[in-house]
Structures are given as C-alpha cells and as structure tokens.
C-alpha cells in the first residue's frame, strides 16, 4: 500500500502578504482613512443652475435674442435669488461676436460691492461661453438678492462690444421674474454712460418706459445648491 504524506505549510504574515501583492492582479484596495477631511468635488457642470441657459435652450428653444442699439459702453445684466444657500462655480456669456472679451462680476445687492469678477472671452458667437472656477467657487446664501453682469467697454475705453438683449416683442407680455429650479431671475439690471468704461454696479431697472420686461446682456451664472 502506497503511502501519502500531506504536508502543510504554514506561512507568516509578511509571506501571506507578499504573496498577496504577487499573485493578484493589482495591490489589494486601501481602506481610507475616516479621520481625514476628504476635499470637496464640484458637481458636474451639466447640472449647474442658469435661468438664461435654461430659458433659451429648455423652454424657448426658437426664441432669439435681440441686438442691441446703443452708442456706449454698459453694464448690463439681472438680480437674482436663490432659495437654497449654494455655491457659484463659474460664468456664461451670449454674445453676438467672437474674439470679444466681457468683465463679468457677481455682485452683493445690498452692499453693492463685487463678490467675484472674472473675464470671459467669446471663442463662438451665438453661443454660450463658459469660464468655471471651481477652485475658487464662492458662497450665495438663500433669499439675498445678487446682481450678475457684463461689462460691454473694450479695455476700459468709450469703445464697447456689441450685446443682446431679451425681450418679447410684445411689451406688454410678461417673463420676468423667471424661476428654474432654486434659482429665480427677478429683473434686468443696467448702467450706463460714463461710469461703465469699467465695471460698476449696475442700479438700474427701467430701461424702457413702458416698463417692458427685458434682460440687457445675456450673462449667466452657474449656480448649485449645497442644501435639499
């Protein structure tokens, strides 16, 4: 009768771990450390807020805008509110030419002093350009009014870059103010002449006298909310 001899071998935890790193296909996963603060990701831009981005190209797909006609650099733009505290992520600007560079601010309403300025340059005309700043996102709290606008004057000079404008060309039809999803745009806002060769606050709301709903400058922000 043949006989068996079974043998078994008994490995140490360094041989048990070194076979481990040989034999599988990649080094075992790492269990992360709990204690530490973990950075905080910005969301996919796609899901960004920006009630112009949203009027034109959800809700009004055919509506175009209108050039502008005046003679001057402005400051054009909208007040806003959010009704969640959130993070503004970056700029978008439609604009009627390319190779055309707009100063765009965020603005405190109440205290009328800049919360972030950046500019955007036009690669496409007729197309939302879009500057994020994700490392430098800042904070918008719930139910305070913002302003956010362009600056139309060409390197601080009475020469301006041209602009839209967003109307109905019935004055009396109303869109304003204009809710999509937790942010609202509440009305335009303008200035103009010579105080807007540089960016200044836009304080103005009536740019016609009939009192018409309009948006000068179309200029957007990429709004999140941080709180559901």
Request: glycine share 4%.
């Amino acid at each position: 009768m043949k006989k068996y001899i079974i043998a078994v071998l008994i490995l140490s935890p360094c041989l048990l771990r070194a076979q481990q790193v040989i034999s599988a296909k990649g080094l075992p996963k790492s269990t992360p450390d709990k204690t530490t603060a973990q950075p905080k990701v910005p969301p996919p831009h796609s899901s960004n807020e920006g009630p112009l981005w949203a009027y034109y190209v959800k809700n009004n797909p055919t509506f175009k805008p209108q050039l502008s006609n005046t003679t001057s650099a402005m400051e054009v733009g909208y007040a806003f509110t959010v009704s969640k505290k959130g993070m503004v992520y970056g700029f978008s600007v439609y604009a009627p030419v390319a190779n055309a560079t707009y100063t765009v601010t965020l603005w405190d309403s109440a205290t009328q002093q800049p919360i972030k300025q950046k500019k955007v340059t036009i690669l496409t005309k007729d197309n939302f350009q879009t500057i994020n700043f994700d490392n430098e996102a800042v904070e918008i709290q719930a139910n305070r009014t913002y302003v956010v606008s362009m600056n139309t004057a060409i390197n601080g000079s009475t020469q301006y870059y041209p602009y839209y404008i967003l109307k109905k060309d019935n004055p009396a039809e109303k869109f304003l103010p204009y809710t999509y999803k937790h942010i609202t745009l509440k009305e335009g806002r303008y200035c103009f002449g010579k105080n807007a060769n540089t960016p200044v606050y836009p304080a103005n709301t009536d740019y016609y006298t009939s009192k018409q709903d309009v948006v000068l400058g179309l200029v957007d922000v990429n709004y999140y909310p941080t709180e559901f």
